[in-house]
């Protein structure tokens, strides 16, 4: 049995890197290949085919990429393909899908499609997105969604497609990470903050510069604080992937005469300097429009630290595994953020079993065994 996964979001190749090696250390087959930039990774040493080399090449003359892509790209995904029983799409962002799947489906491939949040609770509401996607869902052998949160949200909206859907969630290779780097001489290296953070406490608000991450009402809500509790905050905010200058020109508009101390990074972070944030932060926010189960929020689970979320957001599998956080609504923020600060020894003491009962769901130990049941399942219907 053969696997290849295709994705289109760059900056997610440590996921599907680390998806690809541990299928393989179940002892099956997978590959993966990133469509945006064209990027075939085989943990078994599988190497990339000539023409797609010479298709990555072609896209850095002018005006290539926009020409080539509309041209060639279906062609190379319909050579990739020749290799393997089972195709795994991991996002239905990119319409070009209408049309492969069907193609896919008439060469005997077995298809997997993996809704993301972003996906179904913000696209898919738009009649032009909902129309090419459903298409592409009744095509496909296998649905797989994240949560049962997001099953049931589903069964609502395609009551149809009920019996194709298999629940399985990502596994976080972060999360073995950094109980590695918890020993690492890098890990007191904070050098990619330069405010004066020192015996203050720690509050990073979101994971990316996107506008679905609402940072100024957190600004907002931090802003009503006390004077005499901002006195003792530093408030970071972390905009180093999916930079939207417009958006970016709003949030530092709403920071001009806060009260208190914050910062603003803004320059790509290794993953070291990515864990010494997580491993230093005292309050984690996160109010985003619409998620599944944000990765940035398992990691400040796993690290102990105070956790605050939407409460429109679908974490049920938080509360089915008894993990320490708290919800909130956009109006109590302000009160929640309050109440967490003041108690925060007594909040991160009650939350020192969330880093074994997330790992317990969240490690590729325990996240594997779904995804290798489904590509074992869906072999089978061959």
């Not at 080539?68 to 020749?82: A, C, Q, T, V």
């Not at 979320?309 to 679908?314: R, S």
Request: proline share 3%.
């Amino acid at each position: 049995m053969k696997v290849l996964i295709l994705y289109h979001v760059s900056h997610q190749n440590v996921l599907m890197d680390s998806l690809c090696e541990n299928i393989n250390k179940e002892g099956l087959y997978a590959d993966s290949f990133d469509t945006t930039s064209v990027r075939l990774y085989s943990p078994k040493g599988k190497k990339m085919p000539f023409c797609v080399r010479l298709y990555k090449l072609t896209r850095r003359l002018p005006r290539g990429k926009h020409f080539l892509e509309r041209l060639f790209l279906h062609k190379i995904i319909l050579f990739l393909i020749r290799d393997y029983d089972i195709i795994d799409i991991q996002s239905l962002f990119l319409p070009m899908y209408k049309d492969l799947v069907t193609i896919f489906k008439e060469k005997g491939k077995k298809v997997k499609v993996q809704m993301w949040g972003t996906d179904f609770y913000q696209y898919s509401f738009e009649p032009s997105w909902y129309n090419w996607q459903k298409t592409v869902l009744e095509n496909a052998d296998i649905i797989q969604v994240g949560t049962k949160a997001m099953k049931n949200d589903f069964d609502k909206r395609f009551p149809e497609l009920e019996k194709k859907l298999r629940i399985g969630i990502f596994g976080n290779q972060h999360l073995d990470d950094l109980i590695d780097f918890k020993n690492h001489p890098e890990k007191n290296d904070l050098s990619f903050l330069s405010g004066d953070y020192k015996g203050k406490l720690i509050v990073t608000c979101g994971y990316n510069a996107y506008p679905r991450q609402q940072h100024i009402i957190m600004i907002e809500a931090i802003n009503k604080l006390p004077s005499q509790l901002l006195d003792y905050l530093y408030v970071i905010f972390p905009m180093t992937y999916l930079r939207d200058d417009a958006y970016l020109k709003k949030v530092n508009e709403a920071l001009k005469n806060v009260r208190f101390k914050y910062e603003i990074i803004n320059n790509y972070m290794t993953e070291h300097q990515l864990f010494s944030l997580r491993m230093i932060t005292d309050l984690y926010v996160n109010i985003i429009k619409t998620d599944v189960l944000s990765g940035s929020t398992q990691e400040h689970l796993f690290c102990g630290n105070a956790v605050i979320v939407g409460e429109w957001l679908p974490y049920n599998i938080f509360d089915e595994n008894k993990l320490c956080y708290k919800k909130t609504s956009l109006s109590q923020l302000s009160n929640n953020i309050y109440d967490t600060l003041v108690n925060i020894e007594d909040f991160k003491r009650r939350c020192v079993d969330n880093q074994d009962r997330l790992y317990a769901i969240a490690s590729w130990k325990s996240a594997v065994s779904n995804f290798v049941s489904i590509y074992r399942e869906m072999y089978n219907l061959l």
